[in-house]
């Protein structure tokens, strides 16, 4: 009985390994054909039912991965010519796939009463979903590629799709956020790419072609990469994806982009965007530490999270419209990654992979929130949200979920993972700067706290209402939303010692 | 490379900075990746594959996306000429000081011509300069493939060149990228009349 047990885990085991090549193929090909099919539609609403269809397929296929890398932890399910899926695919491709499927559905509720958009009306729905398609399926082939060089080409491909989506509504406001983000973040790919092809010289001929800037290859030669060379191009690499993914001092774009996008775009930029950037930056560094020693790359990382935090603080506090009291909140939570990335102890990446799922539920959340509230009282597009509770409690109480979230208040996985963080970067002896990150995050907490409070019960004593279909699956998004959230939490106490810790503290390589 | 397409390089990449007139930049643009595209051909002699990415690659660079920014430029007439946030000697200046500080703070890159490395920083760093120190949106298109430029110059000097996945991948993300560029230099004319990107300043905490 137990060898037939056994025999039968082989030959499935075998069987999903050898699935997983198709499977990828058609994460990708999903998403992909839907940005054409979309164009064929007859109407906007059969453009949003096609739409809902393919992304519950994307989405089904893209977790069905997930399962499959982190299962097999701590090895690596499948290595392909040019992707890997491994632990750290496999987060980073549920983070994506769950984010990208919410954002799709809340899609139609945008639409229907975006207005005025860069494209005429016949075809804004089309358009719209044409690049956020491509747009997912970007950020989904991201945690999978195996290869430097493939990375950044996905990374500079999302450039465009995105910045198109950020401008989507054509406004004055919305073209400036576009026009910032297209051009900050290309110069920054740039500076990054000068880094790439530093390194790929610096391998010299021991690789052959592309295979040269492979995560293993990467790693395999490290040790004999000419140190300062290397160290140049890890700076020019590493400042490039900062741009990208928002770090203090190169963050200018973010704030705009994410307060100007339509909501479910601002929720996949902050909730899968930077992340995702991120673990590229992540892995850049796993491979390269040998050649640089640990000193210089931590020194680097923390460098950009203690700036994103003191930069993103002092916002908290000020009263900011609800999407730009979110786009700092992502200024800061990247930081407090790039904190956890640099310590590097075994606690901090725990704390890392649980801030990056907690980050993403209650981010995405916060900014589905925006299509009611900016829908009953357009005018907190530009002011700061006032008196919620009088005027629609279940969009308080969503907001309350996503800012008490993020704020790191228990039992949020985020106070969690930041806990978690903080303790991994005492275990590395760093503990002045876990001591002025912790002061920072809780400033941080406090200054979301007073925000969130105003929000929902400071103000206006009259307020415009306008009844708004998206309220009730806002309702249903939170219910979900907290059920998930005190479910990340629950995985965070079985996290540290696991084989997903001992997968992720060699990712790639 | 030679010295005089180093120098080339470079001189069409300050004159970029210093011109006013955004179909004079877009020549220079396109003068500085005809040099490369040469350069390509001729160290890609007797390599027919290499020649024909880089004759594709020349054949973009230089003639396409020119002629798609000249198209953009031709349906975005200015009102009036922008008038320059900085002098013609301040931009000389600062664009000089950019590119002494960046192309003598980097260490030997490993490709063994040490002008080729320092002209490719120099060219990275004067399109990010370009970017912004001119306001015109289609000028600002133009720093970037300056930069992008200096890019192509380390891409070709590296010996054996580098794989065609990344070449013509790079190629491919440029064009898309300066695609929507010239939309968005389109849509903004359309919006405030006029390419200035000073213009766009609503976005302030």
Known sequence: ?509 | MSPAAITALVVLGFAVMLVRRRSIATLLVSAQAMVLGVAALSLARGRPADFLVAAIILLVRAVALPALLTFTRRRTPEPYLVIPATTVLVRLVLAATVVLIAAASIPPLGLGDRPAEHAAVALLSLGIAIVIMRRPALLQVLGILVAENGIYLLAISVPGGLPFVIELGVLFDLVLVVTVAAAFTHKIHGEVGSGDTDLLRALRD
């Not at chain 1, 460098?303 to 930069?311: E, K, N, T």
């Open chain 1, 1 to 509: 009985m137990a060898r037939l047990a056994r025999a039968t885990l082989t030959s499935c085991g075998r069987f999903v390994t050898d699935a997983v090549g198709p499977l990828i193929i058609a994460a990708l090909a999903v998403p992909l054909s839907a940005a054409l099919l979309v164009a064929l539609m007859p109407t906007p609403g059969a453009a949003d039912r096609l739409n809902l269809a393919t992304s519950t397929l994307t989405a089904a296929l893209a977790l069905a991965l997930a399962v499959v890398a982190i299962a097999a932890a701590p090895d690596v399910a499948s290595r392909g010519s040019w992707y890997v899926l491994d632990v750290a695919s496999g987060v980073f491709l549920a983070v994506v796939a769950v984010v990208g499927f919410a954002s799709a559905a809340m899609s139609a509720f945008y639409l229907r009463h975006a207005g005025r958009s860069w494209f005429t009306a016949r075809h804004s729905h089309a358009w719209y979903y044409a690049a956020f398609n491509v747009f997912w399926a970007v950020l989904l082939a991201l945690p999978l590629a195996d290869n430097l060089a493939i990375a950044w080409l996905l990374i500079e491909a999302s450039t465009a799709a995105s910045a198109m989506l950020v401008a989507f509504s054509g406004k004055r406001s919305a073209l400036e956020a576009g026009w910032k983000y297209l051009v900050l973040t290309t110069l920054g790919l740039s500076i990054a790419l000068l880094g790439i092809v530093v390194v790929y010289v610096a391998v010299g001929l021991d690789g052959s072609g592309l295979g040269r800037l492979g995560w293993q290859a990467l790693a395999q030669h490290a040790n004999e990469l000419p140190h300062e060379a290397t160290l140049f191009a890890f700076v020019l690499i590493l400042v490039g994806l900062a741009s990208k993914i928002g770090w203090a001092p190169v963050h200018n774009w973010l704030p705009d982009a994410h307060s100007e996008a339509p909501p479910p775009v601002s929720a996949l930029l902050s909730a899968a965007l930077l992340p995702t950037v991120l673990l590229i930056a992540w892995r850049t560094k796993l491979a390269l530490e040998p050649a640089l020693g640990s000193g210089a790359v931590q020194k680097l990382f923390i460098g950009f999270g203690l700036a994103s935090l003191l930069v993103a603080i002092p916002f908290l506090w000020r009263p900011l419209p609800w999407k730009r009291l979110l786009a700092y909140s992502s200024l800061e939570h990247m930081g407090v990654l790039a904190l956890g990335i640099g310590f590097g102890t075994p606690l901090a990446i725990a704390g890392v992979v649980i801030h990056i799922a907690g980050h993403a539920l209650a981010k995405a959340l916060g900014f589905y929130t925006a299509i009611p509230l900016m829908r009953e009282d357009p005018r907190t597009a530009d002011t700061p949200a006032r008196g919620i509770t009088r005027t629609s409690p279940t969009t308080a109480t969503a907001m309350s979920v996503s800012l008490f979230s993020l704020a790191g208040l228990p039992p949020s996985p985020l106070f969690v993972s930041e806990v978690m963080i903080l303790l991994g970067g005492m275990q590395a002896g760093l503990l002045g700067v876990s001591s002025i990150a912790a002061v920072l995050l809780a400033l941080g907490f406090l200054g979301l706290a007073h925000s969130l409070l105003e929000g929902l019960f400071g103000g206006r004593k009259s307020a415009h209402r306008r009844r708004s279909r998206s309220v009730q699956a806002i309702a249903l998004l939170t219910g979900i939303a907290a059920l998930a959230l005190l479910g990340v939490t629950a995985i965070a106490y079985a996290l540290p010692g696991s084989d997903i810790v001992e997968a992720l503290m060699r990712s790639g390589a």
